[in-house]
């Protein structure tokens, strides 16, 4: 009796937290703003600057969908989540998309009920030497000392990666990417590892950059891309085209700068994109025609918004490697926008 | 008559005391070699003080402020600190994201709230007290901004409660406790029908706004100030309630308090953070709002009461059962003894686990950081995830270190003086 009174209250509950979600464009519309989860901190892809202005490439993708629904990119609202609460916050409605540097895995995507809309940057695990060390490819880092974070999936990476290529080396544990950094410039260690972006993000600001080496192999695959709650399609198509959208106009040169002169274009694919044709593409998913036009308009296509916030101009010095569109031999592929 | 050669008048005049038992070398002598042992204990501190400070003080005295990157300060001189990061920021770790336009009123709350305790400190200025007891409403209204009149409702309710009271108990009513019922269900329904009325109507007469600041644009010490100092006051009288409760010889209210003082000090603070956090959302109606500020305060004043509720049992333990039984022999009731007899000494007692409370309950307001809200600790992070100051660790961490020094510092004092204040035995 007991027993299922709990049950009939947790169903209740869960009921309507997905009732919540039926319907999230209608929801925001409503609210006037979106509620965007972001890190609550990560560089290159959400911070807050000296004014108090949040910025960064996850940041900027929201403002882009924050353009296509209300045509004011600054329509967001932003919710700092940490690492150990964003699931529950996007579950809880709290949030009405999560787009904080979240690798897309299987059982995030099934397990937690949540659907991923893309990737909008491939990461992965890399390691970072001291040059003087002579090593230019992580195969020749047989035996080194390697600063580790602990109970993390690059932990049990580097195990794997280490073992198939018949290599050893002698873990030096640390708590967090922080005392990575510093353990690493003590010289505790020869080499450390996490996610290639943090490595990138801060070889920038060590007092001798050009002392250290990113080493050009990824050991892993870290696809980190927005996600939303299951059980709202239109929402998700909403927040997936955005993104495709940015990256279709980087394929055909759309800059925030030129994207006015489009107008004439012979490129049908344009018009139906920017909402300049005959055809009201956007209204298949109840947004406005020029929906993807003020989303690019916001921020760039995405190559601007990467080169803002993780190339030279975003401080970071990343290069587009595999992050570069397919046209210009990375991986970045959007489906036609017909 | 035999003439006496000489015969001494005036006593010898005092002697210095020997250079060795006086002034600097006393001390030294007295305090740092006293012995071997403890000689050479001294030499080996200052020994490491000494190796400490000579690398300390030319990092921080050389440090750089004006630089607008971490970059320029390790160009310039990496060897010495870069205290630019904190020209930079100083804003935004004393008041999060809080509008810059706006900045006066985290500072006006700050002000007030150190004027509001002065009448509960010092006895002289007790006739100040309802300005103690409006200031939680003000200082709301203050930060969070919106209506004067849907913060200042609540008094006017409570007033309104209170008049019916005393109306009814002298013109209607004969008994105390049915004029209390009677005018605490006028109270409810004064709140739950007429008060959105009224608020309408008093905005509408006399308009008195302040801009809206969301919940998630306070941060820095601001936040760490709001959760720490409302959990401190909230949890003192709930922590007096559950004591008394637990002492209770009614079943009913010693198993609640017992149960709910256990269950909470069984349980880590970040528990109950999550459950604010994460869990209470699940359960909520789609589409409530429930502040995540207040969602926190609610549950750092239920985690500090119930170790209040501790303290202050010890306080009362240490009672003689004898000043219990002199009060009702005096013919006081219940509530007047605890009033007049039991609390005031047993509080008196209670002071330094009281004030240990409240110091430990404000540095655990940096936990809110892994819940995602940017007190000072989660603002560092933040900081430290912009490329112009990824890499600062120790200028951040030692200007916060020195905050919370000086705020946990000036409350243990302040416990110090109160203590000699009432100190009444010889």
């Not at chain 2, 409530?288 to 609610?298: C, K, S």
Request: glycine residues 10%; charged residues 15%.
């Amino acid at each position: 009796m007991k027993k299922s009174l709990i049950l009939g209250f947790l169903a209740a509950a869960g009921l309507t937290a997905g009732m919540a979600s039926a319907a999230t464009l209608d929801d925001v519309k409503a609210r006037g703003n979106l509620n965007c989860g972001v890190s609550t901190g990560a560089p290159g892809f959400a911070t807050v600057d000296d004014s108090g202005k949040n910025v960064g490439f996850d940041v900027d993708y929201c403002r882009a969908l924050a353009a296509g629904i209300f045509g004011d990119p600054m329509a967001v609202k932003f919710v700092p989540l940490t690492s150990a609460v964003r699931f529950t916050a996007l579950a809880a409605g709290e949030v009405d998309i999560l787009a904080r540097n979240t690798t897309w895995t299987y059982s995030r995507d099934t397990d937690l009920k949540q659907t991923f809309l893309g990737v909008n940057y491939y990461d992965g695990q890399g390691f970072m030497v001291k040059k003087d060390l002579g090593v230019s490819s992580t195969l020749e880092l047989d035996g080194a000392t390697v600063c580790i974070q602990v109970g993390t999936t690059t932990e049990l990476n580097l195990a794997d990666y280490f073992k198939e290529n018949g290599m050893s080396y002698e873990p030096v544990p640390t708590a967090d990417n922080a005392e990575s950094q510093q353990q690493y410039l003590a010289g505790a260690c020869d080499t450390y590892t996490t996610d290639a972006s943090a490595l990138h993000g801060t070889r920038v600001n060590l007092e001798n950059p050009d002392a250290h080496l990113v080493l050009p192999e990824i050991i892993s695959k870290e696809p980190l891309g927005p996600l939303v709650r299951h059980g709202d399609d239109n929402w998700a198509d909403i927040g997936r085209w955005v993104l495709n959208a940015l990256v279709i106009a980087e394929e055909k040169g759309i800059t925030q700068a030129n994207i006015d002169s489009w107008g004439n274009s012979k490129d049908a694919e344009v018009h139906r994109l920017l909402g300049t044709g005959d055809d009201d593409m956007m209204a298949m998913v109840g947004m406005p025609k020029n929906a993807l036009y003020n989303a690019i308009k916001a921020g760039g296509n995405y190559g601007e918004i990467f080169e803002n916030n993780l190339g030279a101009t975003g401080g970071i010095n990343i290069e587009r490697g595999v992050n570069a569109s397919w046209t210009k031999g990375g991986i970045l592929y959007s489906p036609p926008f017909r | 008559m035999t003439k006496i050669a000489y015969v001494r008048e005036k006593g010898i005049p005092p002697s210095p005391p020997p250079l060795t038992e006086v002034g600097i070398i006393r001390w030294v002598r007295q305090n740092l070699f006293s012995s071997w042992f403890n000689g050479i204990l001294t030499l080996f501190s200052l020994y490491f003080i000494i190796l400490i400070l000579a690398d300390f003080i030319p990092w921080a005295w050389g440090g750089h402020w004006q630089t607008k990157s971490l970059r320029e300060c390790l160009d310039l001189d990496p060897n010495v600190a870069c205290f630019s990061v904190l020209t930079a920021r100083w804003k935004q770790l004393l008041f999060g994201l809080y509008p810059a336009e706006e900045y006066w009123r985290p500072t006006l709350t700050f002000i007030l709230l150190l004027l509001s305790i002065v009448p509960i400190l010092v006895p002289k200025y007790l006739k100040f007290f309802w300005f103690s007891a409006i200031y939680p409403g003000l200082a709301i209204w203050l930060l969070w901004g919106g209506s004067f009149w849907s913060v200042a409702i609540v008094y006017i309710g409570l007033i309104f409660g209170f008049a019916t009271y005393v109306i009814l108990s002298s013109k209607f009513l004969k008994t105390t406790s049915m004029a209390l019922s009677a005018s605490i269900v006028l109270t409810v329904l004064f709140y739950l029908f007429f008060s959105s009325l009224l608020v309408r109507f008093l905005s509408f007469l006399l308009p008195i706004n302040l801009p809206f600041v969301d919940s998630l644009q306070l941060g820095g010490f601001t936040l760490s100030i709001v959760v720490g100092v409302s959990g401190i006051v909230a949890s003192f009288p709930i922590g007096i309630l559950l004591a008394l409760g637990r002492q209770s010889n009614l079943p009913v209210i010693k198993m609640i308090c017992v149960g709910f003082i256990e269950f909470i000090r069984g349980v880590p603070l970040i528990t109950l953070l999550f459950v604010a956090s994460v869990l209470l959302n699940y359960f909520l109606p789609p589409g409530t709002n429930f502040d995540i500020v207040l969602r926190v305060v609610i549950m750092v004043t239920l985690f500090s009461a119930a170790y209040m509720a501790e303290v202050i049992r010890g306080g009362l333990a240490g009672l003689p059962l004898g000043q219990h039984e002199a009060s009702a022999s005096l013919g006081l009731t219940y509530w007047q003894s605890q009033r007049l007899v039991i609390m005031p000494q047993a509080l008196k007692i209670s002071i330094p686990g009281i004030v240990n409370t409240f110091i430990g309950l404000f540095k655990d307001t940096t936990l809110v950081s892994i819940i995602s809200l940017r007190d000072p600790v989660g603002l560092a992070s933040t900081i430290r995830a912009d490329s112009k100051w990824n890499g600062i660790y120790w200028e951040l961490y030692i200007a916060i270190g020195l905050m919370f020094f000086v705020f946990c510092f000036g409350m243990s004092q302040y416990s110090q003086y109160l203590e000699r204040k009432l100190k009444t035995d010889n």
